[in-house]
């Protein structure tokens, strides 16, 4: 049985493609699957499906954000998978193991993220049990298109008491904006002006449903559920293009 679906929206980069592909079959020892979601009309598309079907399974639909797209994904697994991790197209695991240690952190009902060399505060690498991904309906915020959907996922993690960190556990992400990252290119020119947007969303999140979310997640965790959590609670914008 898959223990981890690694989910990948991805867009117009067939190289960061087979750069995690490849880093994954170098790094995983659980059973974990790549999910690559693409847009149908990615300026690459063909590349972008070759790179990726060594390596796992390929969705090509409509355009969507980040947030459609990980939550399209994550619904394709929720029921079989028991945890599932939003992986970034940017993001090259070093780790051997990553995916078993942060599965481990997380447990049946938690959440878990790793030193990923650019923030610490907030986990643009998560991977959460499918239980309370099931419970809320979502894995990405369905307000937000793409900015802040890390920062949700610390605000549930910490409210809930479910959110590890494990700061000996590397899988980097290559932002423009570190030393030796990825070049900027379209992609993130695109998502740019999407921040105002997801910014008056979050803030919306946090003052009208923050609450009952992370009651949700909570629930979602208690023995009589059928679950039990034991993840050490962590803790503005979160940005993960």
């Not at 989910?7 to 170098?26: F, H, M, T, Y």
């Not at 969507?64 to 797209?69: P, R, S």
């Not at 996922?153 to 008491?161: C, E, F, K, P």
């Not at 965790?221 to 993960?240: C, I, K, L, Q, W």
């Amino acid at each position: 049985m898959t223990d981890l679906a690694g989910l990948v929206p991805s867009r117009d980069r067939p190289q960061n493609v087979e750069r995690l592909g490849k880093a994954c079959a170098r790094t995983c020892r659980a059973d974990t699957l790549l999910h690559f979601g693409f847009d149908e009309d990615d300026p690459q598309l063909p590349a972008c499906i070759d790179a990726a079907s060594p390596y796992g399974l390929v969705t090509v639909e409509p355009r969507m954000g980040l947030a459609g797209w990980t939550n399209r994904l994550a619904f394709a697994h929720v029921d079989s998978v028991p945890h599932l991790a939003s992986l970034g197209d940017d993001m090259v695991p070093v780790t051997d193991g990553w995916d078993v240690r942060l599965i481990e952190a997380a447990g049946p009902a938690g959440m878990a993220y790793c030193d990923d060399k650019r923030r610490t505060d907030i986990p643009e690498l998560i991977v959460m049990a499918s239980p309370l991904v099931k419970a809320l309906g979502w894995m990405c915020e369905p307000s937000l298109e793409h900015w802040f959907v890390d920062n949700v996922w610390r605000d549930l993690g910490a409210g809930a008491g479910c959110l590890a960190y494990l700061p000996d556990v590397v899988v980097e992400h290559r932002h423009p904006n570190m030393p030796g990252g990825d070049p900027a290119d379209q992609t993130y020119w695109d998502a740019s002006p999407k921040m105002a947007a997801d910014m008056a969303a979050y803030q919306r999140w946090r003052l009208k449903r923050m609450r009952d979310d992370v009651e949700t997640v909570r629930r979602a965790g208690r023995p009589e559920n059928g679950v039990a959590g034991d993840a050490a609670a962590t803790g503005m914008a979160g940005d993960r293009p």
